[in-house]
């Protein structure tokens, strides 16, 4: 079997749409590949939108796996199978935090519980972070953290004399979404860097490198596994932020014109069987389990965390029993997650040296007001915005008008920058 791994699921997507795109110029159906397999349902979804997925079979023939308590439709707000059955997931992804122990003891500080903590300027310099425009999952992690701001925003939010509910609900979510952004731009303050690589986080991490960073669960756990000494111990940790991750699935799906559609479609429905399903879990060398390392991926199916099967697991819990109460709402932010890759590039990546050194200036200085304010000035990307003109932006318009947009909204950033940092060292003198 031949896997292609050219780099994060946008990448993927990018070479998929260029191969159709090129059939279909000359009258192939197919591309030569079989399987669109892991990544996140984004892009499963854009994939099947645009006809490059073909209809799984495995809802005909096991139709009863698709029930409420094997594998149900939606979870955490999260979808677990297309209505259409053009993809399904076959093991559940969280997101979180990888970090540390013996460097946040150097440093002095507790481990992180909630996103907020890695926006702590005492990490400055040493968290690890990758470029969500190259990785769907790493965009959805800090899709994560703008949601649960708008969440917590909108569950304290005080009715103003004759404010309807909808323009409470609107108001909440445009203070959400700003606290969620300025989370962002301080967490990429104490970045060390955004790689393309999403599994370079939890390696730099475990090898001391980074204090602690943003991860899917089974980079970190597979991280945790390999830096375990023999009496049980690791240095290197993985924590699901509280209240601020769902439960989502790496989906599978078999690509239109398939080469070979039998095989794709057998291997499947094996992800699907109960043994497929242990693989991911089960310790190496166990009943049903790998020969030499853990997967440290977490079963779609309900019905396999037994008692019985737990007993082999590498990971012991049931994931539907610990959803630490966060709900993914679509309406919120679904149909701008091209918007946030975007406004994260153009606001963190692109100027990351300005950004770092107006963030270390504000630490300095203990954080001055006008300073931070300045700072913290995000007009340009609100959710309005957003939601709006920069999403159909990116959507509708051209390639040179969306480059004069990132050029005007860097222009806006590095000011902000650089003037922030200048109030920060004008108030110490």
């Not at 059939?23 to 030569?32: F, K």
């Not at 979870?75 to 677990?80: A, K, L, M």
Request: hydrophobic share 35%.
């Amino acid at each position: 079997m031949n896997w292609l791994t050219p780099g994060g699921t946008s990448e993927i997507r990018k070479i998929i749409d260029g191969k159709y795109a090129a059939a279909e110029r000359v009258g192939e159906t197919g591309i030569g590949i079989d399987l669109f397999f892991g990544g996140g349902d984004y892009d499963f979804r854009r994939q099947a939108d645009k006809g490059h997925l073909a209809e799984l079979e495995v809802f005909e023939t096991h139709p009863e796996w698709f029930a409420a308590d094997v594998i149900p439709e939606e979870f955490t707000g999260e979808t677990y199978y297309d209505k259409d059955r053009r993809w399904v997931g076959v093991c559940l992804s969280r997101f979180g935090i990888c970090y540390n122990a013996d460097v946040l003891k150097r440093l002095g500080l507790d481990p992180p519980t909630k996103w907020e903590d890695l926006g702590d300027p005492r990490y400055f310099g040493g968290i690890a972070l990758a470029d969500p425009s190259k990785s769907g999952s790493v965009a959805r992690a800090f899709e994560m953290l703008i949601q649960q701001q708008m969440h917590e925003a909108m569950a304290s939010m005080k009715r103003r004399p004759g404010e309807t509910n909808e323009q409470l609900d609107m108001r909440g979510r445009s203070v959400g979404w700003d606290n969620g952004i300025n989370l962002i731009q301080r967490i990429a303050g104490n970045a060390r860097y955004f790689t393309d690589s999403a599994t370079k986080i939890p390696h730099d991490v475990a090898q001391g490198n980074a204090a602690a960073g943003m991860c899917v669960d089974f980079y970190g756990r597979t991280y945790e596994e390999k830096v375990k000494k023999k009496d049980g111990s690791t240095r290197m940790r993985w924590i699901s932020p509280q209240g601020g991750t769902s439960l989502s699935v790496d989906p599978v799906a078999v690509m239109r014109g398939a080469p070979d559609p039998e095989i794709a479609q057998g291997f499947v429905e094996f992800l699907l069987t109960k043994g497929g399903q242990r693989l991911w879990n089960a310790k190496p060398g166990t009943p049903g389990g790998t020969k030499y390392r853990a997967l440290r991926r977490m079963p779609v199916r309900k019905d396999v965390y037994t008692e019985e099967s737990r007993q082999y697991f590498t990971d012991p819990i049931n994931p539907y029993e610990h959803t630490g109460g966060f709900v993914y709402r679509r309406e919120l932010t679904g149909k701008g997650f091209k918007a946030i890759q975007f406004i994260i590039r153009v606001m963190c990546l692109d100027l990351h040296d300005e950004l770092k050194d107006a963030w270390g200036k504000l630490s300095d200085a203990g954080m001055p007001e006008r300073a931070t304010r300045v700072f913290c000035d995000t007009t340009l990307v609100s959710y309005q915005n957003a939601m709006g003109d920069i999403r159909r932006q990116l959507g509708e318009g051209s390639k040179i008008e969306t480059a004069n947009v990132a050029v005007r909204l860097g222009r806006y950033f590095r000011q902000n920058y650089k003037l922030a940092g200048k109030l920060a060292v004008e108030g110490r003198q």
